[in-house]
């Protein structure tokens, strides 16, 4: 289903006409455009750059190209924004429960994002609470895990915003462990050589963090969702979701 190829053109943008509005699957093709929001400085997800780069990207631009339509990026900060530009779909949503949102349709997940803390190999191993006492953790202000790290007196430190300067305070040594995604995880890895000790954090912490990572269709209706599930299910078939998630060192589903 939609396996015809075309050379695929990216545009990018910050704000369309008001008027602009997502689409269904027929609409989508009937433009010859799929239009996606991402966030313009969010990697390993998503960055706005020379070339756009990013998962979230990548997944979106084989998508595209299944569909033979171009890819056209709004970058927004946030998602309220999506409303003025009026984009087709988010490439990395949760899914949670059963999928439904009141937001926007789910589509099947195409990859698990599970949060790992991860320490550098000279500190001691993690097999409790216990074990941080007297450490310092990385973690995004607010979150489950700050709340389970918080609870037990541990120290957090929460000025890392995001995954990426959390880590890179973990290899400068500024914090002792940081509780991260294993999508961030694998590509800072990748991309500074560095071997981190990786341990769930659920178990250490003893919370649900994990969720299944979908697309997120805006303004769909069921053919659409059940267009875009196929449409991942080809690109798991001919390999192109599992060649592009191993650039970030992780797998799809």
């Known amino acids: 289903m939609f396996t015809t190829i075309k050379k695929l053109t990216v545009l990018s943008c910050f704000v ?104 550098l190999k000279n500190k001691p191993t993690i097999k409790n609470l216990d074990d941080l006492g007297a450490m310092v953790v990385g973690v995004s202000s607010g979150s489950i895990a700050s709340h389970a790290l918080s609870s037990k007196q541990i120290g957090i430190a929460v000025r890392f915003a995001d995954e990426a300067s959390r880590l890179q305070a ?9 509780v991260v995604s294993n ?36 303004k769909a209706d069921q053919n659409t969702r059940a267009a875009f599930n196929q449409t991942l299910v080809d690109l798991k078939k001919d390999g192109t979701l599992g060649e592009l998630l191993n650039e970030y060192g992780v797998s799809s589903l």
Request: charged residues 25%; contains cysteine.
């Open 16 to 119: 369309l006409s008001p008027l602009a509005s997502a689409g269904t699957i027929e609409q989508i093709l009937e433009k010859g455009e799929l239009h996606l929001c991402a966030h313009p400085a969010q990697m390993p997800f998503s960055a706005r750059a020379e070339k756009p780069k990013g998962f979230q990207i990548d997944v979106a631009k084989a998508i595209a190209k299944k569909l033979d339509v171009a890819l056209n990026v709004s970058w927004i900060m946030p998602r309220r924004q999506a409303k003025k530009v009026g984009c087709d779909l988010y490439s990395g949503v949760a899914r949670l429960g059963d999928g439904d949102s009141k937001y926007m349709l789910i589509s099947d997940p195409y990859l698990r994002l599970e949060f790992k803390l991860v320490t």
């Open 170 to 178: 973990l290899a400068d040594g500024l914090i002792d462990a940081a």
């Open 183 to 218: 999508v961030s995880s694998g590509w800072f890895q990748r991309q500074h050589g560095l071997q981190l000790v990786e341990v769930d954090a659920e178990k250490i912490l003893n919370a649900q963090l994990n969720y299944d990572y979908a697309l997120g269709l805006r």
